[in-house]
Every structure is written in structure tokens, then in C-alpha cells.
């Protein structure tokens, strides 16, 4: 269907009517073709006409000469329950020279869920009337996935906010550079922000959004703070919201957990950057909390007007509220933990204390990859064995220069050039060019790594993570990590052992490595009190990210010396170990006194 005229008659309008529908499923999505070229060809809009609703809801507009060319359009209409109808209008405002065409539209996921004969397995949800089987996390989140209402029947409305009737018991939080706002439909600035809200699909229906233009200024935020939660225990609790990210200049969104009230948590999900012109659902499961808990949700200012940021739809599932207060952290105490009392002992200062029983043990035995103290206390504040970074523990490894330079953590240490915990599924777009899409353990975008970004910092910088010190190592011990190095610019990666004020370089790599993981091997041997460190060095531009996966310390407990006397195949070191006698003489340090490498053998 196309319109050609040049005319100079003022102000018409030609109407372009769908048939009727009676109702949409949840995932519904409408896309089309659209042709708008010409000098003065003026702007064209997709309108949504709700049986019972006088105001249309514009659900997309093209405002001007977009080229001889044929452009797709998406539009999300998800659930509508009341009969509706489309309308393409083109308005043509004094004169109009041009070409407006529309070809091979498109419905996707409209029909409701079919019916099902049976709908058994702990995670599903039988709709009573449809007799659709649908996915219980589909529960009483706001939206009508049976086309019935009845998942979304009995549900605990101080659970959920669909923001029609306020806030709910969500609140502002007064220490942000400034609020969410309520609002219907469109936001004010074109080209960013939602159009409708998620709830009703309409132009009546109301969510929060974030204002990006003056005068908020680049890195300003907005949080809202959830009621507060009894601890999650065993059960998991769900969190599910509905965001909305468009706009050239959207900037950052992300949610963060915390148990003290006036702290910034820890981040649970993050998504930055244009995610186009649709309400997106996110499911969040909020696990291992001992202590009551509060949820955050902060959205942070692009550079420029168009980065408004949409919130709608939000409900927890599995959780119960709290009723008390968070507890405050006074602003004196630094980050340090104070140990509880240790059990009574007869220990001197050169013995390490084990928690559970009191027991003495030697100092050497401490941070040796081999658990000595019954409750394994001499090995809690090491390094781990095997690290995945999977449930987001960095296993004992930390940043030295970053804890000098915050102290109690309050300096922002936010553009300095250091390692962090990524992921692919948080990557921002241009990103995976140079940081990895996949993590190494389980192969999806949402497995966690550690990275060092290079959109911090300058060329030259270095970024260290260490492990605590290690007291004694055994003849074999390795450790195995995978890397990442792709990237136009990537500096380096070393690992480097530290003993005292003496470090010495095990392993370098430099320059892009393709865009696969590569697994490292480096031989530690017999070593003590020492530590080993991972250095990345910043390459020429951002283009550099270095990041590793799985790091593996292997066969490094030390020896032990047996209650028995070597075999005949074996050979008694000076210091009554026992080793192979195939070990003898071949430059390695097996007995750790190296008496199996003496030239008198």
C-alpha cells in the first residue's frame, strides 16, 4: 500500500484500518515493512485504538525522509485483553512531496497458550479456565499469561507494583541525585523512553521512568528502594521487573541487594546501553541471604537527552516481608571484619589457632592447600584450589593497590583500570568485539569471569590481583588457568611470584590470542611464604580486555613425611621424605631440601 502525491492542500489525512481483534497474548509482537522517502514527505504513525478507551496509544512514529530504501519496524504489543484495532495515519501538513509505503505485516506469538490435557512437574501452572500449562514463574507477575486471569488470581499485593495506583511500598531513595518519575505514556523527549507503559500496553497506563535530559547531568542517579524481606533461608526468592532501555544515550541500569541500610549492597544484574524500543522481563533469583535484605534499583544518566530509562511491572515471588529495620554501619569502622573470640588454647604466637577445636598447629601449615585443623580453619582465608568465579567469589584473590587506594572504601576508584567480575550477558554492545561473549566453565553468556577493562585507565597502567600468602607448596604443584586475550589492542598478561620484596616473572603473553580461550600452564614447584599474582598491563586503547577463567592450583599440598621407611623403590631424602627414585637427578626439587639433586648421587 503506498501514497504518491505533491499537492499543496492544507492539512489531510490518509487512514490505513486493520480488521478487529479480540485479544493478544503476552508475547504478541507486530513488525512491517515501512518506505517514507521524499523531500517533504512529513511523519506517518502506528496508532493502537482500544475498544472502551477514547485516547489512541501511538505506538510508532516515523517523523521524517528516511531514505529510498525499505525499513523493518517491531512493535511490541504483548497482552491486550479488550478488543482493539490498528491505524496507520499519515498526516500531510501543507505540502508534501514524496513516497509512503507499507509492505508484508507481520503477527508474532499472538494466540494465547493452547490448552493442555495435563500439566504435571513442580514448575508448572494450570490455568483454570483456558487449561493452558504454563511456566510458574509466570505467577503472579503482573501480567495475564492464561488469557484467564488466574495466575494472576490470590496473589499478595504487598508483593507487587504495577505503579497504576503510586508506589506501592516502594520509596525514593534520599540519598540519590534524584527521582523516578510517574508518568503516562510517552516520555517527554522523542526518541528515547517507553511510549506505553507494560502493564495495559496503553497510553492509560502508568510506569516509572528515569529523566535523562537537562538539567541531569552524566553519571547522575536514581534509585528506588523495594519494602524490606526476611532472609531467603533455603527458598529462593524471585525478584521479576520489566525494564524498558531506548535511546541512542542510554547509559546504565542495575539492580542491587543489600543488609545494611546505608551501604550500596552488591550488585545482582546490570545491563548497559540501547536495548531497543520494547519492555524487556528480567528474572532475578535472590539466594544466600542470612540477614533481612532490601532490593535497589538505580538507573544512571548517559551523556545527552536521549537515555531515558523505563521501570514497570515489578513482583517477588517466594519472599516474605520484614518488619523491623536494616541495621546501619557507623562511617568510622573501616572495611575490616572483626574475628570472633578464638576458643581457649595453649597456642604461642608462632602457632596458628584452629577455630573449631583450639588445636595448635605450625604456622608453615597454614595456607598450604592442605586442611590441618579439623573444621579446615587453617585454609579459610587462602586462596581456593579451584576457582570458577561462578556464584561471583573471587575465592581469597584481591587487589592490593585498590585496597590502599579506598582505604574504607569510599574513594571512587570507579576509572581506574582493574580487574572486575564480567560476564557475557552484562557486555555492552561493541563490547564482545573485545572482551569474551562466553565464559570458559559454562560456556554461556551468563557464566562469570575475571577481566581487566581496558575502558579504564591509560596505556602503560598495570592492574594486579594476588593471592594471600602461601605458606608451602609441594614438588608438583602447577597452577592451570584459561585466557582470553582478543582484542586490536591488547597489552599483556604475567603471572608473577612474590616473595617478601622480591618478585620474579613465571609466564608472559602478549598481543591478541584470537577471540578463544587458551589454557596456561606455570610450574611453582616448591615454594613458601610466597604469593602469586596476575598483572595485566593496558594496551594503546580500550580494544584490550584481559580476562581469565578456572584457575586450578594442582598436586600443590606439600609432602608429608610418612610414618614408615622408604621402599626400594623409593629414595629417603636427608629430610626423611620419600619420593620415586625415578625423580632423582633431573634438576627438580622433589625432596624440597634438594637432596635428591646432590652431586654426590
Given at each position: 500500500m503506498f501514497l504518491l502525491k505533491n499537492s499543496s492542500s492544507i492539512s489531510q489525512v490518509a487512514r490505513l484500518r486493520s480488521p478487529k481483534f479480540r485479544q493478544t497474548g503476552s508475547n504478541c509482537t507486530l513488525s512491517?515493512?515501512?518506505?517514507?522517502?521524499?523531500?517533504?514527505?512529513?511523519?506517518?504513525?502506528?496508532?493502537?485504538l482500544v475498544d472502551g478507551l477514547k485516547q489512541p496509544t501511538v505506538l510508532w512514529r516515523a517523523y521524517y525522509n528516511e531514505g529510498n530504501q525499505w525499513l523493518k519496524a517491531v512493535i511490541q504489543l504483548g497482552r491486550l485483553s479488550h478488543p482493539f484495532q490498528l491505524s496507520l495515519e499519515k498526516i500531510?501538513?501543507?505540502?508534501?512531496?514524496?513516497?509512503?509505503?507499507?509492505?508484508d505485516i507481520t503477527f508474532e506469538n499472538c494466540a494465547l497458550p493452547p490448552p493442555a490435557l495435563s500439566c504435571d512437574g513442580p514448575n508448572r501452572f494450570w490455568c483454570r479456565d483456558t487449561k493452558a500449562c504454563?511456566?510458574?514463574?509466570?505467577?503472579?507477575?503482573?501480567?495475564?499469561?492464561?488469557?484467564?486471569?488466574?495466575?494472576?488470581?490470590?496473589?499478595?499485593?504487598?508483593?507487587?507494583?504495577?505503579?497504576?495506583n503510586g508506589l506501592c511500598n516502594w520509596e525514593q531513595d534520599v540519598e540519590d541525585d534524584f527521582d523516578w518519575i510517574r508518568i503516562q505514556g510517552p516520555t517527554p523527549t522523542v526518541n528515547t523512553g517507553p511510549l506505553k507503559d507494560h502493564t495495559t500496553g496503553t497510553a492509560r497506563g502508568h510506569?516509572?521512568?528515569?529523566?535523562?535530559?537537562?538539567?541531569?547531568?552524566?553519571?547522575?542517579k536514581a534509585i528506588l528502594l523495594s519494602p524490606l524481606f526476611n532472609p531467603s533461608g533455603n527458598g529462593t526468592c524471585i525478584f521479576r521487573f520489566h525494564y524498558h532501555m531506548f535511546g541512542k544515550q542510554v547509559f546504565k541500569l542495575s539492580v542491587f541487594q543489600r543488609t545494611v541500610s546505608n551501604t550500596k549492597g552488591w550488585l545482582l544484574w546490570y545491563k548497559f546501553g540501547n536495548q531497543g524500543n520494547?519492555?524487556?522481563?528480567?528474572?532475578?533469583?535472590?539466594?544466600s541471604s542470612s540477614k533481612p535484605f532490601q532490593i535497589l534499583v538505580k538507573g544512571i544518566v548517559g551523556d545527552g537527552f536521549t537515555g531515558d530509562i523505563g521501570l514497570d511491572d515489578v513482583s517477588f515471588l517466594g519472599c516474605t516481608l520484614y518488619n523491623g529495620n536494616l541495621p546501619t554501619i557507623s562511617t568510622t569502622t573501616s572495611g575490616t571484619s572483626v574475628p570472633a573470640t578464638l576458643p581457649m588454647n595453649n597456642c604461642t604466637e608462632k602457632e596458628f589457632v584452629c577455630r573449631a577445636s583450639g588445636h595448635c598447629i605450625q604456622m608453615i601449615q597454614k595456607c598450604d592447600f592442605r586442611p590441618d585443623c579439623s573444621d579446615k580453619s587453617d585454609e579459610s582465608a587462602c586462596v581456593m584450589e579451584v576457582c570458577t568465579f561462578e556464584d561471583k567469589n573471587q575465592c581469597g584473590w584481591y587487589q592490593p593497590a585498590l585496597e590502599q587506594m579506598s582505604g574504607n572504601y569510599s574513594i571512587h576508584t570507579t576509572n581506574v583500570f582493574k580487574w572486575e567480575l564480567g560476564r557475557?550477558?552484562?557486555?555492552?554492545?561493541?563490547?564482545e568485539k573485545h572482551c569474551p561473549l562466553i565464559d570458559h566453565t559454562t560456556r554461556t553468556e551468563e557464566g562469570w569471569y575475571l577481566f581487566a577493562d581496558s575502558s579504564n585507565g591509560e596505556f602503560g597502567h598495570t592492574a594486579d590481583i594476588a593471592t594471600p600468602v602461601i605458606s608451602l607448596t609441594g614438588p608438583k604443584c602447577k597452577i592451570i588457568?584459561?585466557?582470553h586475550m582478543n582484542g586490536s589492542t591488547i597489552g599483556s598478561l604475567e603471572v608473577l611470584c612474590k616473595t617478601g620484596n622480591k618478585t620474579s616473572k613465571l609466564w608472559t603473553q602478549s598481543g591478541s590470542q584470537g577471540p578463544q580461550w587458551n589454557r596456561a600452564e606455570v610450574f611453582l614447584g616448591i615454594r613458601s611464604n610466597f604469593q602469586v599474582?596476575?598483572?595485566?598491563?593496558?594496551?594503546?586503547?580500550?580494544?584490550?580486555?584481559?580476562?581469565?577463567?578456572?584457575?586450578?592450583?594442582?598436586?600443590?599440598?606439600?609432602?608429608?613425611?610418612?610414618?614408615?621407611?622408604?621402599?626400594?623403590?623409593e629414595f629417603t631424602c636427608a629430610n626423611k621424605y620419600c619420593i620415586p627414585k625415578d625423580n632423582l637427578c633431573d634438576f627438580v626439587n622433589d625432596c624440597a631440601d634438594n637432596s635428591d639433586e646432590s652431586p654426590t648421587i
Amino acid at each position: 500500500m503506498f501514497l504518491l502525491k505533491n499537492s499543496s492542500s492544507i492539512s489531510q489525512v490518509a487512514r490505513l484500518r486493520s480488521p478487529k481483534f479480540r485479544q493478544t497474548g503476552s508475547n504478541c509482537t507486530l513488525s512491517f515493512w515501512y518506505y517514507n522517502y521524499g523531500q517533504s514527505v512529513g511523519a506517518a504513525e502506528m496508532q493502537l485504538l482500544v475498544d472502551g478507551l477514547k485516547q489512541p496509544t501511538v505506538l510508532w512514529r516515523a517523523y521524517y525522509n528516511e531514505g529510498n530504501q525499505w525499513l523493518k519496524a517491531v512493535i511490541q504489543l504483548g497482552r491486550l485483553s479488550h478488543p482493539f484495532q490498528l491505524s496507520l495515519e499519515k498526516i500531510s501538513l501543507g505540502f508534501y512531496d514524496g513516497v509512503s509505503a507499507i509492505d508484508d505485516i507481520t503477527f508474532e506469538n499472538c494466540a494465547l497458550p493452547p490448552p493442555a490435557l495435563s500439566c504435571d512437574g513442580p514448575n508448572r501452572f494450570w490455568c483454570r479456565d483456558t487449561k493452558a500449562c504454563i511456566d510458574s514463574l509466570l505467577v503472579c507477575d503482573l501480567v495475564d499469561n492464561c488469557g484467564d486471569g488466574s495466575d494472576e488470581d490470590n496473589c499478595n499485593p504487598d508483593l507487587q507494583c504495577n505503579f497504576e495506583n503510586g508506589l506501592c511500598n516502594w520509596e525514593q531513595d534520599v540519598e540519590d541525585d534524584f527521582d523516578w518519575i510517574r508518568i503516562q505514556g510517552p516520555t517527554p523527549t522523542v526518541n528515547t523512553g517507553p511510549l506505553k507503559d507494560h502493564t495495559t500496553g496503553t497510553a492509560r497506563g502508568h510506569y516509572l521512568y528515569m529523566e535523562s535530559s537537562e538539567p541531569h547531568q552524566f553519571q547522575d542517579k536514581a534509585i528506588l528502594l523495594s519494602p524490606l524481606f526476611n532472609p531467603s533461608g533455603n527458598g529462593t526468592c524471585i525478584f521479576r521487573f520489566h525494564y524498558h532501555m531506548f535511546g541512542k544515550q542510554v547509559f546504565k541500569l542495575s539492580v542491587f541487594q543489600r543488609t545494611v541500610s546505608n551501604t550500596k549492597g552488591w550488585l545482582l544484574w546490570y545491563k548497559f546501553g540501547n536495548q531497543g524500543n520494547r519492555w524487556i522481563r528480567q528474572t532475578l533469583y535472590i539466594t544466600s541471604s542470612s540477614k533481612p535484605f532490601q532490593i535497589l534499583v538505580k538507573g544512571i544518566v548517559g551523556d545527552g537527552f536521549t537515555g531515558d530509562i523505563g521501570l514497570d511491572d515489578v513482583s517477588f515471588l517466594g519472599c516474605t516481608l520484614y518488619n523491623g529495620n536494616l541495621p546501619t554501619i557507623s562511617t568510622t569502622t573501616s572495611g575490616t571484619s572483626v574475628p570472633a573470640t578464638l576458643p581457649m588454647n595453649n597456642c604461642t604466637e608462632k602457632e596458628f589457632v584452629c577455630r573449631a577445636s583450639g588445636h595448635c598447629i605450625q604456622m608453615i601449615q597454614k595456607c598450604d592447600f592442605r586442611p590441618d585443623c579439623s573444621d579446615k580453619s587453617d585454609e579459610s582465608a587462602c586462596v581456593m584450589e579451584v576457582c570458577t568465579f561462578e556464584d561471583k567469589n573471587q575465592c581469597g584473590w584481591y587487589q592490593p593497590a585498590l585496597e590502599q587506594m579506598s582505604g574504607n572504601y569510599s574513594i571512587h576508584t570507579t576509572n581506574v583500570f582493574k580487574w572486575e567480575l564480567g560476564r557475557g550477558a552484562n557486555l555492552y554492545p561493541e563490547q564482545e568485539k573485545h572482551c569474551p561473549l562466553i565464559d570458559h566453565t559454562t560456556r554461556t553468556e551468563e557464566g562469570w569471569y575475571l577481566f581487566a577493562d581496558s575502558s579504564n585507565g591509560e596505556f602503560g597502567h598495570t592492574a594486579d590481583i594476588a593471592t594471600p600468602v602461601i605458606s608451602l607448596t609441594g614438588p608438583k604443584c602447577k597452577i592451570i588457568f584459561w585466557n582470553h586475550m582478543n582484542g586490536s589492542t591488547i597489552g599483556s598478561l604475567e603471572v608473577l611470584c612474590k616473595t617478601g620484596n622480591k618478585t620474579s616473572k613465571l609466564w608472559t603473553q602478549s598481543g591478541s590470542q584470537g577471540p578463544q580461550w587458551n589454557r596456561a600452564e606455570v610450574f611453582l614447584g616448591i615454594r613458601s611464604n610466597f604469593q602469586v599474582v596476575f598483572r595485566a598491563k593496558h594496551g594503546v586503547s580500550y580494544m584490550g580486555d584481559v580476562a581469565v577463567d578456572d584457575i586450578t592450583f594442582e598436586d600443590c599440598s606439600p609432602l608429608l613425611i610418612p610414618g614408615r621407611p622408604c621402599t626400594s623403590e623409593e629414595f629417603t631424602c636427608a629430610n626423611k621424605y620419600c619420593i620415586p627414585k625415578d625423580n632423582l637427578c633431573d634438576f627438580v626439587n622433589d625432596c624440597a631440601d634438594n637432596s635428591d639433586e646432590s652431586p654426590t648421587i
